[in-house]
C-alpha cells in the first residue's frame, strides 16, 4: 500500500524498559510528524521532520523521549525507561511539502505500559 | 491550555438529516483549519480543510465553515448516511508553527438508520 505504515501496531512494556516505534511515511514526503494520544483526547505533536533535520521537538514530554529521522525517510521514536503516563496511541503523520497542513496518518501503536 | 476546542463529546441523527460539529479556537494566529475522521484502530483520515481567508469550503457531502471574528468553525454533513459514524477531530494550523496540528478533543457522530 501507499500509505503511512507503523509498527509493531501494540506494544506492552514492562515500567522501566525501552521501546523504539517505527514509522514508514509515504514514500517522498518531506514532512513528518510524530504525535501521541491519550484515550478520550485528540493526538497532541510530539515532533516534526523536514527530510533528516528534526526542526521541531517542542511537544516531546521528556529527555525520556527521543526521534530519529537519519535518511529522511523511515522514522524511529524510542522511549528510555517507560512509565505508565506514557501509555497512548503514538501516530505518525506525513506530507509531502515541507510544513505541509495536509497530513497522512498512520493506523498507530498502541503501548500500554505496565 | 486547550487552543482547540470541540465541547460536545457526541452528537446522534438520524440517517438522512444533517450533521452539525463545532469547534473553537482561541490563537488567533492559526491560518488553517482541517476537519479529520477517525475509525477505532486506525489512524485519523483527512475529510476537508480551510484556510482563513475563506469562510467557507465544500466538498460533495461535506462543507466547512469558517467564522473568524467568533473564532469558530463548522462541519456540515448532509444527508448524513450511516458510514459516517466516527470519531471527528477538528485541528488547526499556524504558517509559523511547522506545519504542526492542534487538536481538539474529538466528536463522536453516531448516525441511525
Known amino acids: 500500500g501507499a500509505g503511512v505504515s507503523q509498527s509493531p501496531r501494540y506494544k506492552v512494556a514492562k515500567r522501566g524498559q525501552d521501546v523504539a516505534l517505527r514509522c514508514d511515511p509515504i514514500?517522498?514526503?518531506?514532512?513528518l510528524f510524530w504525535y501521541q494520544q491519550a484515550l478520550g483526547q485528540g493526538p497532541e505533536f510530539l515532533t516534526y521532520f523536514q527530510n533528516e533535520a528534526q526542526l521541531d521537538k517542542s511537544g516531546l514530554p521528556s529527555d525520556r523521549f527521543f526521534a530519529e529521522r537519519p535518511e529522511g525517510s523511515v522514522s524511529t521514536l524510542k522511549i528510555q525507561r517507560t512509565q505508565q503516563e506514557d501509555s497512548a496511541v503514538y501516530l505518525c503523520a506525513s506530507s509531502a511539502a515541507a510544513g505541509g497542513y495536509e497530513q497522512f496518518f498512520g493506523p498507530g501503536t498502541r503501548l500500554t505500559v505496565l | 491550555d486547550q487552543q482547540v476546542k470541540q465541547n460536545s463529546p457526541s452528537l446522534s441523527v438520524q440517517e438522512g438529516r444533517i450533521s452539525i460539529l463545532n469547534c473553537d479556537y482561541t490563537?488567533?494566529?492559526?491560518?488553517?483549519f482541517l476537519w479529520y475522521k477517525k475509525y477505532p484502530a486506525e489512524g485519523p483520515t483527512f475529510l476537508i480543510s480551510?484556510?482563513?481567508?475563506?469562510d467557507k469550503n465544500e466538498d460533495g457531502r461535506f462543507t466547512v465553515f469558517l467564522n473568524k471574528s467568533a473564532k469558530h468553525l463548522s462541519l456540515h454533513i448532509v444527508p448524513s448516511q450511516p458510514g459516517d459514524s466516527a470519531v471527528y477531530f477538528c485541528?488547526?494550523?499556524?504558517?509559523?508553527?511547522?506545519?504542526?496540528?492542534?487538536f481538539g478533543q474529538g466528536t463522536t457522530l453516531q448516525v441511525k438508520p
Open positions: 514514500s517522498g514526503h518531506v514532512s
Open positions: 480551510i484556510s482563513s481567508i475563506k
Open positions: 485541528a488547526a494550523s499556524a504558517l509559523s508553527n511547522t506545519g504542526k496540528l492542534i
Open positions: 490563537n488567533s494566529m492559526f491560518d488553517y
